[in-house]
């Protein structure tokens, strides 16, 4: 067997986050269970993905028209100099994702969804029809709330729901290779209005940091 290859995309805006602390621990005990595996990092806060540009959409017209589904010829709707610019932007991100055994996501909830510097890279990386089907995806989340199932806000939850549908409806992702952990209730430690929530939100993150070291090794 091929040495595996581990995607690992953070999000969050600050340095000291949960989301991207989470995603350390589920990376971390991948790494550890599968020495000498390639291990890609990209800091989709730090070093932004830019916005499709009307370029990109030509590439993704034509991908569709032609019936291209296969990633390694979508070079192939390249026709133009502002076409051919689009593509040096998503010629690498698509080449590290398709690359991947296991993509890991790393992402805050802002305004009850995901994040513009992971919506950028969905948009680049997304062409009709593809499948990334036999490939894991694990999303290590953080939230200023609680939004589980039987939570008043649970139908606000357009995170976890929104990549769930995305991966399974874009990618051909099957829910049994979907993982997601998530630290909860993050606001407790700074709106006093959620003191008492304190003690919840330490359970929910060392759950979820447990989690993550068990589950960065299963597979
Ligand atoms: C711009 C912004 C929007 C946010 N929107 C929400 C929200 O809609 N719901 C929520 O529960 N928390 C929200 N939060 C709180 C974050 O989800 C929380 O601080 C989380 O821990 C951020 O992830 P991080 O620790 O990895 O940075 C928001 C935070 C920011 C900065």
């Not at 998503?90 to 513009?116: K, Q």
Request: proline share 7%; charged share 20%; aromatic share 10%.
């Amino acid at each position: 067997m091929t040495s595996p290859t581990l995607l690992h995309l953070d999000a969050s805006a600050r340095r000291r986050s949960f989301s991207r602390e989470l995603g350390d621990a589920v990376a971390g005990a991948w790494r550890t269970a599968h020495p000498g595996a390639t291990y890609l990092h990209r800091d989709l806060a730090l070093t932004p993905v830019p916005q499709i540009t009307e370029a990109w959409t030509e590439l993704c017209d034509h991908v569709l028209e032609h019936g291209i589904t296969d990633p390694a010829r979508y070079r192939e709707a390249v026709r133009t100099p502002e076409q051919a610019a689009a593509w040096a932007v998503v010629e690498p991100l698509l080449a590290e994702l398709v690359a991947a055994d296991v993509v890991l996501i790393a992402t805050p909830m802002y305004n009850f969804s995901v994040p513009a510097s992971l919506k950028a890279w969905i948009d680049q990386v997304t062409f009709p029809k593809m499948s990334l089907a036999g490939r894991r995806f694990v999303v290590a989340y953080a939230r200023g709330g609680a939004y589980g199932p039987g939570t008043p806000r649970h139908p606000y939850d357009h995170q976890e729901r929104y990549l769930r549908d995305f991966f399974a409806g874009h990618f051909a992702i099957p829910e049994e290779a979907m993982d997601f952990l998530g630290t909860e209730l993050v606001n407790a430690r700074v709106d006093p209005a959620l003191a008492a929530r304190r003690t919840a939100h330490d359970a929910s993150r060392e759950a979820a940091l447990a989690a993550a070291r068990k589950a960065g090794g299963a597979w």
